[in-house]
């Protein structure tokens, strides 16, 4: 990625907001990024909606798993009007996969608004990007300094890493006294011109080079520049978080057959995976009582089965929750679907659906594994 030639504050050495020169900092941020930077789709363009698919995608989600996700969803969805003409379903469907889909659903009721707040074109200041469903500070910050220039700072998992190992910050990073100290530094150490460069190039050090653990402090570009390495201490910086203190559960899902069909039911939108499709599943409190699913589907959905065949089990986490799920046939024996009511009032919507017709639904993650047993 080229860039203009930089012009550094003409600040006196002692007034640097890094250990040593800011214009060598700077410097030597730009070289190692020109020489180390990935290939990766989203850098072809600084179309400032592709910019903000990829952000979007990549919050709490690795690159590797991002790339082939943004190739087909800008594929499908090239312009923002188309993203804001598509049907929810089918954004769904593109995204599933990449979890925590409120993603997708803010994406997509934030290009809605870009149609009708801005007649199509995407924000270029700040506070109108941020004023979008789903952005945050750094989203805006990344869109208007990569896609548009300007002069303003990012912070993120990687550069909040960085930033206090170059500092010397050994508290913990969550606090208002540590974002407020972390978002100042990120705005001191910013350059005059090509200030999109330079926000990748700190988010790429901090990915490939500052890394949580096993970082490589020999090949780094700053370690003249960081408090932590002169001091010794990269492995102390930052304090570590607070361990999660996970909760097991048991759930057990349905596969209710009715000839070539099966039932499947939409996630409210108070619910895990709102607006997915998942077959029918419960909290089981004793798993020697699974037969009570049987009463447990027959008030959610007013269909009577009887509980078959163990099909397997499959482990997942959610958030806090780890999640063993057994996955059991049933097979129909009466009943008209009457949705009950979910914990928000609404209906809950049920379908039977022909088993070869299952891939176009958008499914919950071990809904598609189910799925593809069925």
């Not at 809605?112 to 007649?119: A, M, T, W």
């Not at 482990?315 to 097979?331: A, N």
Request: proline share 6%; net charge positive; with cysteine.
């Amino acid at each position: 990625m080229a860039r203009t030639k930089l012009k550094s504050r003409s600040e006196p050495e002692n007034s640097s907001p890094v250990r040593g020169s800011l214009a060598a900092f700077q410097s030597h941020v730009f070289a190692w990024f020109a020489t180390h930077q990935r290939d990766l789709p989203w850098r072809k363009s600084q179309d400032p909606y592709r910019v903000w698919i990829s952000e979007i995608m990549l919050q709490q989600t690795q690159v590797a798993t991002v790339k082939e996700y943004f190739r087909r969803f800008t594929a499908e969805f090239p312009q923002v009007s188309d993203l804001a003409a598509a049907n929810e379903q089918k954004v769904l469907r593109l995204w599933e996969g990449l979890g925590y889909y409120r993603r997708a659903r803010q994406l997509h009721a934030a290009a809605k608004e870009i149609v009708e707040r801005f007649h199509g074109k995407f924000p270029q200041t700040v506070d109108e990007i941020q004023s979008l469903p789903g952005v945050g500070r750094y989203t805006a910050g990344a869109i208007a300094s990569i896609a548009y220039g300007h002069k303003v700072p990012i912070l993120e998992a990687n550069t909040q890493r960085l930033f206090a190992r170059l500092t010397g910050w050994d508290q913990v990073l969550t606090t208002s006294a540590s974002q407020k100290r972390l978002w100042q530094f990120a705005e001191d150490i910013l350059p005059d011109q090509d200030v999109g460069i330079f926000n990748q190039a700190l988010m790429e050090i901090g990915s490939l080079v500052c890394t949580p653990k096993n970082q490589s402090c020999s090949q780094c570009p700053l370690a003249a520049h960081c408090e932590a390495y002169q001091q010794d201490r990269q492995d102390e910086i930052p304090q570590p978080k607070k361990k999660i203190e996970f909760i097991p559960i048991t759930e057990i899902a349905l596969v209710v057959r009715r000839k070539n069909e099966v039932l499947v039911r939409q996630c409210g939108q108070d619910e895990r995976w709102a607006g997915l499709w998942d077959f029918p599943r419960f909290a089981v409190a004793d798993v020697n009582e699974l037969s009570a699913a049987e009463a447990q589907l027959k008030e959610a959905s007013g269909i009577q089965a009887s509980l078959g065949p163990h099909l397997t089990t499959i482990k997942h986490g959610v958030t806090k929750y780890r999640i063993t799920l057994l996955c059991h046939e049933m097979s129909h024996e009466k009943g008209r679907l009457r949705p009950a009511p979910g914990p928000d009032g609404q209906p809950r919507v049920w379908q039977w659906r022909e088993a070869s017709h299952l891939a176009d639904l958008p499914l919950s993650t071990t809904g598609r594994k189910l799925a593809k047993l069925v």
